[in-house]
């Protein structure tokens, strides 16, 4: 079926567009469930609990390229509904030439001064090495992984979201046979975890600006001489702020669930929270991907001023997620407790106590979509402010407010929802921004 974004949407043509979107962010998110799978079960729980620990850390410069992308993505395609497609690709080869170069002096800051960053991170003096070890090979894949990320939107945009599908589908299905090789085969460790997971992520950035750096690409988009438009560049970081907010305080929270955890439950507890965390990466990722696959369908009727198609494009994906929150969370329950002896599924304390977490854990996707929908809706009408204050309300003060207070009252169980009340209370803000920006956007 060939769709594009000047096209009229039924549900079926909605969801054939944005399906490869939301495949591409489980892919994405399986690099870190594959390698916390293998580590588990062939290295240990501390070596589990060390990449748990680091992981926050780097998915927070990571964010960039995630920021850089949406928030570009909102102007590249806002510019093509307008009918300027060489700006376009200016704006777009711009883009990524900035995302490569900020990646590269992150990545050598980071190789540098992991030691004294897992330090911060309160690691134990059995965890420190891993952690470090882990941290420095991952930055080296670094920049390539930010490209990746950024064009996970961009192929979108370019009405080719199953080439990105195809390419994440690859380095995916990569990473699992190099984490079996390296880890379960040759016994490498965490070292060969951390291996496996850099190949690919530099595969994921690499094939895809091959492919755009073609002249004949035949997508809508080509990498080109850059237009370095630095107002461009800081309304591309403003848009996107709200999904690099997102990312940078779900990192920061994640922090303090590990500092919580450690108080409340030891190792124990930051290994039990790592395996919710690689659930939760896959049930997220599909609203995440829904979101960004529909962004720029949003971002091009407003450049073409097609309110009509704006507000159908709306309606119809409010009805898709509210019934993919329902079906994430029924199914969530229904696999608990299979999903979880997969990953600790050796140790019977750990395991009763990773259960009982994502019981309380899982109820909050039934609000978490229509949340991560709405922030990313704002990015798309090139409203950053509300998409940032929305992300910000909901990863950092809900969630942050709800970590620190519901433990004094209900210990262990108070960290598990905190989660759950943060959705409670960002859902609220939601229904008042979607309300009142109404009349604003016509949608």
């Known amino acids: 079926m060939s769709i594009s974004l ?30 916390g799978f293998f580590v588990s079960n062939y290295v240990g729980k501390t070596a589990l609990a060390a990449l748990n620990l680091i992981t926050p850390a780097l998915m927070i410069v990571s964010a ?17 509904g307008e009918g300027r ?27 540098l001064f992991m030691p004294q960053i897992a ?17 420095r090979i991952m930055m080296v894949s670094l920049p390539f992984f930010m490209l990746q990320t950024s064009y996970q939107t961009l192929f979108v945009t370019a009405e080719k979201p199953k080439y990105g599908l195809y390419v994440t589908l690859g380095a995916g299905i990569c990473n699992m046979i190099l984490d079996f090789l390296l880890v379960g085969v040759l016994k490498w460790g965490l070292a060969g975890a951390a291996i496996a997971t850099a190949s690919c ?15 004949n690409n035949s997508s809508l988009l080509c990498l080109s001489k850059p237009i370095w438009d630095f107002k461009m560049l800081l ?13 940078i305080s779900s990192s920061l929270v994640a922090m303090i669930y590990n500092f919580q955890l450690l108080r409340f439950a030891g190792e124990n507890g930051v290994a039990a929270y790592g395996a919710i965390m690689y659930v939760n990466f896959i049930f997220c990722a599909i609203f995440i ?15 073409a001023q097609n309110e009509k198609e704006l507000k159908n494009v709306y309606k119809k994906s409010i009805v898709s997620i509210l019934t993919l929150e329902l079906f994430v969370t029924v199914l969530s329950f229904v696999l608990s407790k299979f999903i979880m002896g997969i990953f600790v599924g050796y140790d019977p304390k750990l395991f009763e106590i990773t259960v009982a977490g994502f019981h309380i854990y899982c109820i909050h996707y039934l609000l978490c979509g229509i949340n991560i929908y709405t922030s990313s809706f704002f990015t798309a009408l090139n409203n950053g402010k509300i998409s940032a204050v929305i992300s910000f309300m909901r990863s950092f003060i809900f969630q942050m407010g709800s970590l620190i207070l519901l ?33 604003v956007y016509h949608y």
């Open 235 to 247: 309304k591309s970081a403003f848009n996107g702020s709200s999904e690099f907010v997102s990312h």
């Open 289 to 303: 991907g829904y979101s960004t696959g529909s962004a720029p369908l949003i971002g091009y009727n407003l450049g």
């Open 407 to 439: 433990p004094f009252f209900f210990g262990l169980s108070g960290i598990w929802w905190a989660i759950v009340v943060a959705e409670i209370f960002t859902f609220l803000l939601t229904l008042f921004c979607l309300i009142k920006y109404k009349k």
């Open 64 to 80: 960039i390229g995630f920021m850089m992308g949406t928030g570009g993505s909102a102007i590249i395609a806002k510019t093509l």
């Open 119 to 135: 330090s911060f991170l309160k690691a134990t003096e059995e965890m420190m090495p891993l952690a470090v070890l882990y941290g």
């Open 6 to 35: 000047s096209d009229h949407f039924t549900y079926k043509k909605l969801i054939a567009f944005v399906f490869p979107s939301i495949v591409m962010m489980i892919f994405t998110s399986i690099y870190s469930i594959v390698d």
């Open 85 to 111: 497609k060489k700006e376009a690709n200016g704006y777009f080869s711009c883009l990524m030439a900035f995302i490569i170069l900020f990646g590269a002096f992150v990545s050598c800051f980071g190789i």
């Open 201 to 215: 992520e530099i595969t994921g950035g690499l094939v895809p600006t091959l492919y755009f750096l073609r002249k």
